[in-house]
């Protein structure tokens, strides 16, 4: 199973960035999908989730800027995010509940890149 990310780049304040995500391989059955990001001298921290029926989850510091939405017949997320601010700097890795057929797993994508210039 792999997860690849997309989408990632430099973007000045206010402006936007798409990023997505999509799950290959030996996959039977996807729950939750997501991402995280981590900033330099943080911690990994949820951004944005969705389950397989489409009900999301949002951190609150991008509520109402980042919208996350899923494409289940393509195993693929996708996060849209406007208004980004420079606190939004980092390294974003996308995340899945995923069945193989032997067992519940978390996989990680390989994280991608945005930088918010002020």
């Known amino acids: 199973v792999q997860l690849q990310a997309f989408g990632g780049g430099l973007v000045q304040a206010g402006g936007s960035l798409r990023l997505s995500c999509a799950a290959s391989?030996?996959?039977?059955?996807?729950?939750?999908m997501g991402w995280y990001r981590q900033a330099p001298g943080k911690q990994r921290e949820l951004v944005a989730a969705?389950?397989?029926?489409?009900?999301?989850h949002y951190a609150d510091s991008v509520k109402g800027r980042f919208t996350l939405s899923r494409d289940n017949a393509k195993n693929t997320v996708y996060l849209q995010m406007n208004s980004l601010k420079p606190e939004d700097t980092a390294v974003y890795y996308c995340n899945a509940d995923l069945f193989d057929g032997s067992s519940w797993y978390d996989y990680w994508g390989q994280g991608t890149e945005v930088t918010v210039s002020s």
């Open positions: 969705i389950t397989s029926a489409g009900s999301t």
């Open positions: 391989g030996s996959i039977f059955s996807i729950n939750a």
